[in-house]
């Protein structure tokens, strides 16, 4: 069990602070990394995360009412409403947990109101998921309370559906995924069109994965992530006017998009031959890493850099940098974006022994390039959304 405890007495002690006695539950909703699969799972594609060490912690309790109070310890933001106020909070973070009553509401249990605490020491922008770990450990934490008797994966679907009906999202199925169903020490292969998935304990041997974060964010992830969900589902459109049988990019392979390129037009063609050559480099990597042929999983991760950057232009500038800055490492086997773009985290694959030197000096030319202080996150591969206290 991945716990911080400083996390969860500082929760422990907001939660009387706040709200008097003890809590009745304490659990942990881990972020994720996304070894690679970018932006596939909305396209019915593959994708490889694992749950990390970084979490949001909860407390909860029932308090025999029907009022909901929620407090945000990082922030002391506080709301409280009555189950029948259906306004939506001024805070973005309430409205992640609004859309999980709204989902609940939709069950046939019942429910009363609850006290809630939370606080977390999982980076907020940075690509990890941070608001699926707030959806997903609400869930979660209601489920447990109330007995409701859901599935861990039936408590993902339901994240989504907060994410995609309540939010209007229009991500895969990944993120909540990763924090339900994780385990220990292990990448999760998710079939995002069937939903099948399997555990695979992917041995690093002399390297080690490594974040850097480049403390960006450029406002577009929202608005520019719909645009790339709307440009795939359009390019799918176009395919099936010549081929009926397509239902999804996952329907179709290189050579296919190839000749439909006139037809699609460069942008659509660049979006659909992406998430394509994506699909096919995750499956590529679990073969690699099988072989333990790290050069070929750091080659699929450069090669998965490329094709965001150049095809389905979600990178950005710092992002870039920090990729260039792996390339002309030579303890640096592959590094790329991760998560959704426009800013947040590299994912580094690099020798231990070279770690050290690689991230000074990343960290270094990033700050005279830029005048920003990236962050490196060290993780670790944690299991899934599980009670703590």
Request: charged share 25%; net charge negative.
């Amino acid at each position: 069990m991945y716990v911080h405890h400083k996390t969860i007495n500082s929760i422990n002690d907001g939660f009387q602070r706040i709200f008097g006695g003890e809590a009745a539950l304490i659990l942990r909703s881990p972020g994720r990394i996304n070894l690679i699969g970018e932006h596939t799972d909305y396209n019915n594609g593959f994708v490889l995360p694992a749950a990390i060490d970084k979490s949001i912690y909860f407390a909860f309790r029932k308090n025999q009412s029907n009022l909901y109070r929620m407090h945000a310890l990082d922030t002391g933001e506080h709301i409280e409403f009555d189950a029948e106020d259906h306004r939506k909070s001024k805070y973005h973070w309430a409205l992640f947990l609004q859309g999980g009553l709204w989902a609940l509401n939709q069950l046939d249990g019942k429910m009363s109101g609850v006290d809630l605490v939370f606080g977390s020491d999982l980076p907020i922008g940075a690509g990890l998921s941070s608001s699926s770990a707030l959806t997903c450990g609400f869930l979660y934490g209601m489920n447990i309370l109330f007995q409701f008797q859901i599935s861990r994966f039936d408590t993902a679907m339901m994240g989504h559906q907060v994410e995609r009906d309540f939010l209007g999202l229009k991500g895969g199925i990944m993120d909540q995924f990763a924090n339900m169903l994780s385990k220990p020490d292990h990448f999760l292969l998710l079939d995002c069109r069937s939903k099948e998935y399997s555990l695979h304990q992917l041995r690093l041997d002399e390297y080690q994965l490594v974040m850097i974060n480049t403390r960006v964010s450029h406002k577009l992830m929202d608005s520019d992530y719909n645009v790339r969900a709307e440009e795939s589902a359009k390019a799918v459109e176009v395919i099936r006017s010549h081929h009926p049988e397509v239902q999804s990019l996952r329907d179709v392979d290189a050579d296919l998009v190839l000749e439909m390129k006139p037809m699609l037009g460069d942008t659509l063609y660049r979006r659909a031959d992406y998430v394509v050559r994506e699909n096919t480099r995750v499956l590529d990597t679990i073969q690699a890493f099988e072989r333990n042929d790290y050069a070929r999983v750091g080659s699929n991760l450069f090669a998965s850099h490329n094709g965001l950057k150049d095809d389905y232009e979600v990178s950005c500038p710092e992002l870039d940098f920090l990729v260039d800055c792996a390339r002309s490492h030579t303890g640096v086997v592959g590094a790329r974006m991760m998560g959704g773009g426009f800013g947040g985290c590299t994912l580094n694959l690099v020798k231990k022994d070279a770690e050290a030197d690689f991230l000074i000096n990343a960290t270094a030319d990033y700050r005279e390039h830029f005048r920003i202080d990236a962050e490196v996150i060290d993780v670790q591969i944690t299991g899934g959304t599980e009670v703590v206290g």
